[in-house]
């Protein structure tokens, strides 16, 4: 692997590959897991689910939280009273955000999130939350969307939320600032991200989802964003009907993501790529230094991704250019083809690519295979491993600030601390 | 619809998975939209099984519904079938399914599988976790379960265990152990370990052993009926529950007791050691499944000499026991799924040691109480590697150890009381033989927390954002939780702590200290002098949340309005100890 990574690469990639799609069993999470890291962004909103003691139990159990402190988040159980129709749920659900915002005076946002059976008895919280809103504002904004399992898979809650917020974003062209970013980051990644953009002279960066409720970003039509993560398909569709233009690069995952991400935006004001180099070179020099002792582990292994996130495209292609590793099937619940052109043509030539789910067929398939590791959800993880597999659970990859040159590093360490893991036990 | 921050059970297809995950060779086909196969990583994380639960779920998807979700579960029920080639079918649905109403019993027995195929209907919008695994393991034995010849020697079954339990493994040796003990033969034990074919066996069994009524009470009364076994009403938790148990078996079976009595516990003796003087009246709050909240009601009062100053359950199914056993301590039951209001309780009693769930632990853990876990809902650390019973014999050494070490040991305690507080020693510090943080919550904090008031809001944000968030790091956030916590909960707030967030002046809770407990509503509370708060303070922290308390209520039962340092020593007089 040469020390400086190709801009454009020369080999043909992936982008015409087929796909195997599949319907069968998905083991995935719903929607409603979004709200685990939702919540810790925007620290003012809360998180009311709409739905069963399934969907309550989910989100403690998938967070794994318990935690003490009382959460930003909460489920108003349907129970067969509100089915029956002895009790109205609308009449119901008021109550309910009534006693929730009178114990909670420091929520500014509500957010009522759509579930399975919310889904299904259709309930429309669309119209609750307008009533509720009517109700509250402006002292606590009530929004929806959906989390439901029928409608979203896991990080395509996220996707939602953000479009549900996406009308309320002021349309203000003297507050608007250039470039917009999209997507949950970890607070520490946005302020490094902050960073470089000021030193490229891009200081006019506004993020989104914002840290606080109040402090959503402007938009105005011609402004360019980019999207931080590859599962907003809704949300940037609605931020392009409002005139804001996406810029179409590789997610910045790795070094050469990273790059090219930053060069997206860095060519929307014209600057050279020696300009650009002058700034990042420090940077990605000091990644690509801290890659290096992971690509010893990792080059050369074999890989299989379960889908989970609609991370798995990018991180392939990170895992496979950087630390040289052997994509033998990358599996994603979601092939967003548009959003994903600039991660495909980087794809190495000759991997299966697959969509949706049929989880008993994929476990044969990766039980032929062998893969020395296989990146899958937390119901698979601890099966595998006692098959001899070495398994990376993918809901980190989700939890973890994974973006940006400072954790390139950290990325290729989740992936090498359990093949350095199962080596130390074995000896 | 019921506000819920905290669930301490499953919806009721999680309580036949239980079942399901803990036999062999039975598979569980759910009709259940995408999303709800979360419930296997409770089995292979929390749990830690190696093996995926033997579920098949349907997952379908917005565009199946009205369509061909019937087609997408039959093929489902097929193809496991095929897969599997399981001794047994159960079929049912989950909560979103069951508004479908596709009738997973019917199109199950209309493909015509060579084997048995039970249908269950677990009512998501009614019923819970527990009922959903008595219903299921009730439905099995109904189904495969058939009159037959005894054995020839004493024999029993041992029902009741399931995955996800908590301590089943290892209550289930000691159970066994008292069998050989005995000379009684084990015939089956169910769900745990068992296959569909081994439930056909059941009716072999002289009587049935009910060591989680939760579970296993609904099929025993079945067998008793249909095939004439008794079962145990005792459960073996505790020295008298586990000798009491060893009696009531051993005259179901005809045999004498006493080689199983003779074991004996070390506890038993431990207790007496005149070390465990201090453990004389200490106050406990009780919460947990019925079974292991009445078993641990009676340990804490007869063989540990604690005074049981709250008993409840979250297990409605189970209530009218927790009423019962309450009776005999004086107590109000609290009788609630909803954690808030366990937490007003705990509050409002100020007990000096909690015994209940993973969710009593974090209540306990925020107002700075001494606790031990009792009972599902189960965490990891309910699955410990070594062998950790609550039942039998060495049960209840494990009993006796798990609650008294988080206390202030004995002479510890006394040089307390004679000292007062030094720099090392005082509120703020962990007792010297543990190796963990400290109460975080001064005692005034607790009495102010009042159960109506307004909480805080959540104040984890010193951890790195999104990482908190896995099964197994959430221990690793506690320590932050409940410092954090400790300062929006502090009358005090300016005496703030290291590593605590700065609390925004938005998420300043309005303050506790002007909202009383429910309870007390109405009442006016006394105003303390200056010198009576200074000598209040000399009280040693443990127990001066009940001195203020005590002495509030006996100034507002006497209409005095000021408290002196008379008043207090009146007071201590008047309730004693």
Same mark, same amino acid.
């Given at each position: 692997?040469?020390?400086?990574?190709?801009?454009?690469?020369?080999?043909?990639?992936?982008?015409?590959?087929?796909?195997?799609?599949?319907?069968?069993?998905?083991?995935?999470?719903?929607?409603?897991?979004?709200?685990?890291?939702?919540?810790?962004?925007?620290?003012?909103?809360?998180?009311?689910?709409?739905?069963?003691?399934?969907?309550?139990?989910?989100?403690?159990?998938?967070?794994?939280?318990?935690?003490?402190?009382?959460?930003?988040?909460?489920?108003?159980?349907?129970?067969?009273?509100?089915?029956?129709?002895?009790?109205?749920?609308?009449?119901?659900?008021?109550?309910? @955000?009534?006693? #929730?915002?009178?114990?909670?005076?420091?929520?500014?946002? %509500?957010?009522? *999130? /759509?579930?399975? !059976?919310?889904? &299904?008895?259709?309930?429309?919280?669309?119209?609750?939350?307008?009533?509720?809103?009517?109700?509250?504002?402006?002292?606590?904004?009530?929004?929806?969307?959906?989390?439901?399992?029928?409608?979203?898979?896991?990080?395509?809650?996220?996707?939602?939320?953000?479009?549900?917020? @996406?009308?309320? #974003?002021?349309?203000?062209?003297?507050?608007?600032?250039? %470039?917009?970013? *999209? /997507?949950?980051? !970890?607070?520490? &990644?946005?302020?490094?991200?902050?960073?470089?953009?000021?030193?490229?002279?891009?200081?006019?960066?506004?993020?989104?989802?914002?840290?606080?409720?109040?402090?959503?970003?402007?938009?105005?039509?011609?402004?360019?964003?980019?999207?931080?993560?590859?599962?907003?398909?809704?949300?940037?569709? #609605?931020?392009?009907?409002?005139?804001?233009?996406?810029?179409?690069?590789?997610?910045?995952?790795?070094?050469?993501?990273?790059?090219?991400?930053?060069?997206?935006?860095?060519?929307?004001?014209?600057?050279?790529?020696?300009?650009?180099?002058?700034?990042?070179?420090?940077?990605?020099?000091?990644?690509?230094?801290?890659?290096?002792?992971?690509?010893?582990?990792?080059?050369?292994?074999?890989?299989?991704?379960?889908?989970?996130?609609?991370?798995?495209?990018?991180?392939?292609?990170?895992?496979?250019?950087?630390?040289?590793?052997?994509?033998?099937?990358?599996?994603?619940?979601?092939?967003?083809?548009?959003?994903?052109?600039?991660?495909?043509?980087?794809?190495?030539?000759?991997?299966?690519?697959?969509?949706?789910?049929?989880?008993?067929?994929?476990?044969?398939?990766?039980?032929?295979?062998?893969?020395?590791?296989?990146?899958?959800?937390?119901?698979?993880?601890?099966?595998?491993?006692?098959?001899?597999?070495?398994?990376?659970?993918?809901?980190?990859?989700?939890?973890?600030?994974?973006?940006?040159?400072?954790?390139?590093?950290?990325?290729?360490?989740?992936?090498?601390?359990?093949?350095?893991?199962?080596?130390?036990?074995?000896? | 619809?019921?506000?819920?921050?905290?669930?301490?059970?499953?919806?009721?297809?999680?309580?036949?998975?239980?079942?399901?995950?803990?036999?062999?060779?039975?598979?569980?086909?759910?009709?259940?939209?995408?999303?709800?196969?979360?419930?296997?990583?409770?089995?292979?994380?929390?749990?830690?099984?190696?093996?995926?639960?033997?579920?098949?779920?349907?997952?379908?998807?917005?565009?199946?519904?009205?369509?061909?979700?019937?087609?997408?579960?039959?093929?489902?029920?097929?193809?496991?079938?095929?897969?599997?080639?399981?001794?047994?079918?159960?079929?049912?649905?989950?909560?979103?399914?069951?508004?479908?109403?596709?009738?997973?019993?019917?199109?199950?027995?209309?493909?015509?599988?060579?084997?048995?195929?039970?249908?269950?209907?677990?009512?998501?919008?009614?019923?819970?976790?527990?009922?959903?695994?008595?219903?299921?393991?009730?439905?099995?034995?109904?189904?495969?379960?058939?009159?037959?010849?005894?054995?020839?020697?004493?024999?029993?079954?041992?029902?009741?265990?399931?995955?996800?339990?908590?301590?089943?493994?290892?209550?289930?040796?000691?159970?066994?152990?008292?069998?050989?003990?005995?000379?009684?033969?084990?015939?089956?034990?169910?769900?745990?370990?068992?296959?569909?074919?081994?439930?056909?066996?059941?009716?072999?069994?002289?009587?049935?052993?009910?060591?989680?009524?939760?579970?296993?009470?609904?099929?025993?009364?079945?067998?008793?009926?249909?095939?004439?076994?008794?079962?145990?009403?005792?459960?073996?938790?505790?020295?008298?529950?586990?000798?009491?148990?060893?009696?009531?078996?051993?005259?179901?079976?005809?045999?004498?007791?006493?080689?199983?009595?003779?074991?004996?516990?070390?506890?038993?003796?431990?207790?007496?050691?005149?070390?465990?003087?201090?453990?004389?009246?200490?106050?406990?709050?009780?919460?947990?499944?019925?079974?292991?909240?009445?078993?641990?009601?009676?340990?804490?009062?007869?063989?540990?000499?604690?005074?049981?100053?709250?008993?409840?359950?979250?297990?409605?199914?189970?209530?009218?026991?927790?009423?019962?056993?309450?009776?005999?301590?004086?107590?109000?039951?609290?009788?609630?799924?909803?954690?808030?209001?366990?937490?007003?309780?705990?509050?409002?009693?100020?007990?000096?040691?909690?015994?209940?769930?993973?969710?009593?632990?974090?209540?306990?853990?925020?107002?700075?109480?001494?606790?031990?876990?009792?009972?599902?809902?189960?965490?990891?650390?309910?699955?410990?590697?070594?062998?950790?019973?609550?039942?039998?014999?060495?049960?209840?050494?494990?009993?006796?150890?798990?609650?008294?070490?988080?206390?202030?040991?004995?002479?510890?305690?006394?040089?307390?009381?004679?000292?007062?507080?030094?720099?090392?020693?005082?509120?703020?510090?962990?007792?010297?033989?543990?190796?963990?943080?400290?109460?975080?919550?001064?005692?005034?904090?607790?009495?102010?927390?009042?159960?109506?008031?307004?909480?805080?809001?959540?104040?984890?944000?010193?951890?790195?954002?999104?990482?908190?968030?896995?099964?197994?790091?959430?221990?690793?956030?506690?320590?932050?939780?409940?410092?954090?916590?400790?300062?929006?909960?502090?009358?005090?707030?300016?005496?703030?702590?290291?590593?605590?967030?700065?609390?925004?002046?938005?998420?300043?809770?309005?303050?506790?200290?002007?909202?009383?407990?429910?309870?007390?509503?109405?009442?006016?509370?006394?105003?303390?002098?200056?010198?009576?708060?200074?000598?209040?303070?000399?009280?040693?922290?443990?127990?001066?949340?009940?001195?203020?308390?005590?002495?509030?209520?006996?100034?507002?039962?006497?209409?005095?309005?000021?408290?002196?340092?008379?008043?207090?020593?009146?007071?201590?007089?008047?309730?004693?100890?």
């Amino acid at each position: 692997m040469s020390p400086v990574i190709p801009l454009h690469p020369v080999t043909p990639g992936c982008d015409d590959v087929p796909v195997l799609r599949e319907r069968g069993q998905r083991e995935v999470f719903c929607g409603l897991t979004g709200i685990i890291w939702l919540h810790r962004k925007i620290q003012d909103a809360f998180f009311l689910v709409v739905g069963s003691r399934t969907c309550a139990h989910l989100l403690q159990s998938a967070a794994g939280v318990m935690i003490f402190a009382e959460p930003r988040f909460a489920t108003a159980i349907i129970d067969d009273r509100d089915l029956a129709g002895l009790a109205d749920a609308n009449d119901e659900l008021d109550r309910v @955000v009534a006693r #929730l915002l009178e114990r909670r005076p420091d929520i500014r946002m %509500l957010f009522l *999130v /759509g579930s399975c !059976p919310s889904e &299904v008895i259709k309930l429309d919280l669309q119209r609750a939350s307008e009533r509720l809103d009517g109700r509250f504002a402006p002292n606590v904004r009530v929004l929806s969307y959906s989390g439901s399992g029928i409608e979203t898979t896991f990080t395509q809650g996220e996707d939602t939320c953000l479009a549900a917020l @996406v009308p309320e #974003l002021p349309q203000d062209a003297a507050r608007a600032s250039d %470039l917009l970013i *999209v /997507g949950t980051l !970890p607070d520490i &990644v946005e302020d490094q991200f902050k960073r470089v953009f000021n030193e490229l002279g891009l200081g006019s960066v506004s993020f989104f989802p914002p840290r606080g409720a109040r402090a959503l970003p402007a938009i105005r039509p011609g402004m360019h964003m980019l999207l931080a993560q590859p599962f907003l398909a809704e949300t940037a569709r #609605l931020l392009e009907n409002a005139g804001v233009e996406r810029l179409s690069a590789p997610f910045p995952f790795g070094v050469e993501g990273t790059t090219e991400w930053l060069w997206a935006a860095a060519q929307t004001r014209g600057l050279s790529r020696v300009q650009f180099d002058a700034v990042v070179a420090p940077r990605r020099e000091r990644a690509e230094r801290a890659l290096a002792r992971h690509r010893e582990t990792l080059a050369g292994r074999s890989l299989f991704f379960f889908p989970d996130s609609q991370l798995e495209l990018p991180l392939a292609r990170f895992l496979s250019r950087e630390l040289g590793m052997q994509l033998i099937e990358v599996g994603t619940p979601y092939l967003h083809r548009a959003h994903m052109a600039a991660e495909l043509a980087l794809l190495p030539q000759g991997i299966t690519l697959s969509e949706g789910q049929d989880v008993e067929r994929q476990l044969d398939r990766c039980r032929a295979a062998r893969p020395d590791i296989v990146v899958c959800g937390l119901g698979l993880a601890n099966p595998l491993e006692s098959e001899g597999l070495t398994t990376k659970w993918s809901i980190e990859l989700v939890f973890s600030p994974v973006h940006g040159y400072e954790q390139a590093a950290d990325l290729a360490e989740l992936f090498a601390r359990p093949l350095a893991r199962r080596a130390a036990l074995a000896a | 619809m019921q506000l819920s921050l905290w669930t301490y059970e499953g919806p009721p297809h999680v309580g036949a998975m239980r079942v399901a995950t803990a036999m062999k060779g039975l598979h569980y086909v759910l009709h259940a939209p995408q999303g709800d196969t979360y419930a296997d990583l409770l089995f292979t994380m929390i749990e830690r099984l190696p093996s995926r639960p033997p579920v098949t779920y349907t997952t379908f998807q917005a565009r199946d519904l009205g369509k061909d979700t019937a087609e997408i579960f039959q093929s489902a029920a097929r193809e496991a079938y095929e897969r599997f080639k399981p001794q047994a079918l159960i079929v049912g649905a989950s909560c979103t399914a069951e508004l479908i109403q596709d009738d997973p019993g019917g199109l199950a027995a209309a493909l015509e599988l060579p084997i048995p195929v039970v249908p269950l209907e677990l009512p998501s919008y009614q019923r819970k976790e527990h009922w959903g695994a008595s219903e299921t393991f009730y439905q099995l034995v109904r189904h495969l379960a058939v009159p037959m010849a005894r054995t020839e020697r004493p024999s029993c079954n041992l029902l009741g265990p399931t995955a996800l339990g908590f301590r089943h493994r290892d209550d289930l040796r000691e159970v066994r152990q008292i069998m050989a003990l005995l000379g009684i033969e084990v015939n089956v034990v169910a769900p745990l370990g068992a296959t569909p074919n081994d439930l056909t066996r059941l009716g072999a069994a002289h009587f049935n052993v009910v060591l989680y009524p939760e579970t296993a009470q609904a099929a025993a009364s079945w067998m008793q009926r249909s095939l004439r076994q008794p079962f145990t009403r005792t459960v073996p938790i505790g020295v008298r529950g586990t000798e009491a148990f060893i009696r009531e078996v051993a005259e179901l079976a005809g045999v004498d007791p006493a080689p199983a009595l003779e074991a004996g516990s070390r506890a038993s003796w431990y207790s007496r050691s005149v070390d465990s003087t201090y453990l004389t009246g200490k106050r406990v709050f009780i919460f947990g499944d019925a079974t292991h909240a009445v078993a641990a009601a009676r340990v804490a009062s007869a063989e540990m000499g604690f005074e049981v100053v709250g008993l409840g359950t979250y297990n409605r199914e189970f209530a009218r026991d927790v009423r019962e056993a309450a009776k005999l301590y004086g107590i109000e039951p609290l009788i609630t799924d909803d954690y808030l209001e366990v937490e007003a309780q705990v509050a409002a009693l100020q007990p000096e040691l909690v015994l209940g769930t993973q969710m009593e632990r974090h209540i306990a853990k925020r107002l700075g109480v001494p606790c031990a876990v009792i009972s599902a809902p189960v965490h990891v650390q309910d699955f410990p590697a070594r062998h950790s019973p609550q039942m039998g014999f060495e049960g209840a050494n494990v009993l006796f150890d798990t609650w008294v070490q988080p206390l202030m040991m004995g002479l510890e305690e006394h040089l307390l009381t004679m000292f007062r507080e030094d720099f090392e020693f005082h509120e703020g510090a962990a007792a010297s033989h543990l190796g963990r943080t400290a109460p975080m919550v001064p005692r005034e904090a607790i009495e102010a927390a009042a159960p109506m008031a307004p909480v805080a809001a959540q104040p984890v944000a010193d951890q790195p954002v999104l990482q908190a968030a896995s099964p197994m790091t959430s221990q690793a956030t506690a320590p932050h939780a409940t410092a954090s916590q400790a300062v929006t909960h502090s009358q005090n707030a300016g005496a703030s702590q290291p590593g605590a967030m700065q609390t925004s002046p938005a998420v300043q809770p309005p303050g506790h200290a002007s909202v009383r407990p429910a309870s007390e509503a109405g009442i006016v509370v006394a105003t303390w002098a200056a010198e009576a708060e200074a000598e209040l303070k000399k009280i040693p922290f443990f127990v001066r949340g009940k001195a203020r308390r005590n002495t509030e209520r006996f100034a507002s039962e006497r209409g005095v309005a000021l408290i002196t340092v008379e008043t207090l020593y009146d007071a201590k007089s008047h309730f004693g100890r």
